[in-house]
């Protein structure tokens, strides 16, 4: 139950698009569709913003997208905005029930 | 809407027992998988636990096996999480989550768990 390896911070300019990378391994992103993507605001609990690789859930804005290859997925914002400014999770099923989150990405604007 | 709220962290000794509870509100609670998340001070988000909707399967990360345990009482719409021998490192914020398909689509609001003597 390794976490799942996260870049510490990526930075943009508004408007410009950032990507996030998770890498897991062959026994959970590799092994599952069901790598969902959360925002933590300070001192906030986290919020989905992208499950099932790349689906999102009613109210997230369509700059958010989410993919996948092989054993490691892929979270971008564009047009990046002021308020994107925060940290992001990822999280992957592992079987049995089991989860496992990233190590956390720092987004700055 | 959808509710969860947290009850039962503070500080507790090294070695000693606490239990967490998790009341939730706006949607059918025996419907739905449950899950512990906890995120120590200043660091990332940690799986703790799963429990089944109808509480008959319950799963644990590695970190917590055989000292925390999952339960739940769906009459009472309540998730509870009993952490016994309690060590520095469970200090944390502890979070409820609902599921959503395979992904924690709503959250609470945390309790803190501090381990300190």
């Known amino acids: 139950q390794s976490a799942l390896t996260q870049p510490h911070s990526v930075s943009g300019s508004p408007g410009q698009s950032v990507t996030i990378s998770c890498t897991g391994t062959?026994?959970?992103?590799?092994?599952?569709?069901?790598v969902s993507w959360y925002r933590q605001l300070p001192g906030k609990a986290p919020k989905l913003m992208i499950y099932d690789v790349n689906k999102r859930p009613s109210g997230v804005p369509d700059r958010f997208s989410g993919s996948k290859s092989g054993n490691t997925a892929s979270l971008t914002i564009s047009g990046l905005q002021a308020e994107d400014e925060a940290d992001y999770y990822c999280c992957s099923y592992a079987g049995n029930y089991t989860y496992v989150f990233g190590t956390g990405t720092k987004v700055t604007v | 809407q959808v509710q969860l709220v947290e009850s039962g962290g503070g500080v507790v000794q090294p070695g000693r027992s606490l239990r967490l509870s998790c009341t939730v509100s706006g949607f059918t609670f025996s419907d739905y998988a449950m899950h512990w998340v906890r995120q120590a001070p200043g660091k990332g988000l940690e799986w703790v636990a799963v429990i089944s909707y109808d509480g008959s399967n319950k799963y644990y990360a590695d970190s917590v096996k055989g000292r925390f345990t999952i339960s739940r009482d769906n009459s009472e719409n309540t998730l509870y999480l009993q952490m016994n021998s309690l060590r520095a490192e469970d200090t944390a914020v502890h979070y409820c989550?609902?599921?959503?398909?395979?992904?924690?689509?709503?959250w609470g609001q945390g309790t803190l768990v501090t381990v300190s003597s």
């Open positions: 989550a609902r599921v959503s398909g395979m992904a924690l689509g709503h």
């Open positions: 062959t026994s959970d992103v590799g092994a599952y569709n069901h």
